[in-house]
């Protein structure tokens, strides 16, 4: 007996997955993104002077001259083997530098042998949750926060629980400790936090600390912090990122050079694990494994070499701070409430409240004045909207004007 099929029956078969498709066609999927893209057409139509674009965190400073002068050198650098693999874990010299780096920050001793080199700070995540997850565990997120871990979580089989913030949005670790459970694989937690600019304190760490080894000491499992830095340099008022590696084993940093280098698009990044950690050398190499089959292999070559001699370059982030208190200026002259960032480049803003914290509605509305800012929803943040103020100071200044309109008529 033969089967057939037509071509048109053929034809109507799911083509991809299910769930990507769903994801792809939800509201909030890759809104920012979207905003961005309609901000390229809405400049072509006006002209980029009368567009105000504050969708997408692409840091408009230019990489300090110490890391130019490194790509010069290392791309004139033709000799045998330079572009080939290296270990998985990245170039040892990186591996090292890094370790220096992380060292410095965390105030103890880190050994090379504990940074693997990623393909930036997504990659770091990916491959850490990947090295951590068994299906349907847990990993905590307090809300606000970066969209892509619902789906780097979805990624691995886990779930991600969501817990709200104070109304400050600093860490609130009684909503900590009442989400955790013997599925519990992690907490991510992100200062600067994108959106709202927050740094989480040596008290919040502390706390953090406090609650995860008593849940770890009553269950025999100590989930794991997650700490994704890449906004850690860029902070204003004097104010510094707390260690975490002196307060709790089971921490990992996972960041990269995006942010406060200005190299977004190199994708160049790395994961850092606490010489602490009981379980170090399993977690080195499920972490290993995991930046090798999930399609990474290994960090680019060349940009390895590259942070390797110039991470420590020297960074102005004054500019930033400026274009923070000119938009909060803005801000207060056309009467909209928000939180004082103390960090990164994003100001998290409150919609008016005759928007009844539709926050999709109120972005939408903003295009009528050529205003580009992303949902709050999409961050978990509903009833706010995020300001990138990684753009131009005439970009900001131009605004004043659209912005009040925006909160006075409808």
Known sequence: MYLSFSYQTCYTLPMVAKHIKELVESPTAGVIRKMFEEGALLKQKYGADNVYDFSLGNPDLDPPEKVVESIRRIAQDTSHGCHSYMPNAGYPEAREAMAQKT?????????GSHIIMSVGAAGALNATLKALLNDEDEVIVPCPYFTEYDHYIHNHNGEIRRIKTKADFSL???????????????????????????????????????????????????????????????????????????????????????????????????????????????????????????????????????????????????????????????????????????????????????????????????????????????????????????????????????????AHER
């Open 103 to 111: 060292s410095k920050e965390q105030g103890i001793p880190v050994p």
């Open 172 to 406: 609130d670790t009684e909503a900590v400790a009442a989400a955790l459970n013997e599925k519990t694989a992690a907490i991510i937690i992100n200062s600067p936090n994108n959106p709202t600019g927050r740094i989480y304190s040596t008290g919040d760490i502390a706390a953090l600390a406090a609650v995860l080894n008593a849940h770890g000491k009553k269950t025999g499992r100590y989930p794991y912090i997650i700490c994704d830095e890449p906004y850690r340099a860029i902070t204003y008022g004097g104010k510094k990122v707390a260690p975490v590696f002196p307060a709790y084993e089971n921490a990992v940093v996972v960041t990269s050079f995006a942010k406060n280098l200005s190299l977004p698009g190199e994708r160049i990044g790395y994961i850092a694990l606490n010489p602490a950690c009981k379980e170090a050398a399993d977690f080195l190499a499920a972490a290993i494994f995991a930046t090798r089959v999930l399609g990474y292999v290994n960090a680019p070559a060349f940009f390895q070499k590259v942070v390797t001699e110039s991470w420590d370059a020297e960074c102005d982030y004054s500019l930033y701070e400026k274009r923070c208190c000119e938009l909060t200026e803005i801000m207060d002259y056309a009467g909209y409430t928000y939180a004082k960032p103390e960090g990164a480049f994003y100001l998290f803003v409150k919609v008016p409240d005759v928007w009844n914290d539709d926050d999709m509605a109120f972005t939408n509305h903003l295009k009528k004045y050529n205003i580009l800012c992303a949902p709050g929803s999409g961050f978990g943040g509903k009833g706010w909207f995020r300001i990138a103020y990684c753009v131009s100071e005439k970009t900001i200044l131009n605004s004043k004007e659209a912005f009040y309109k925006a």
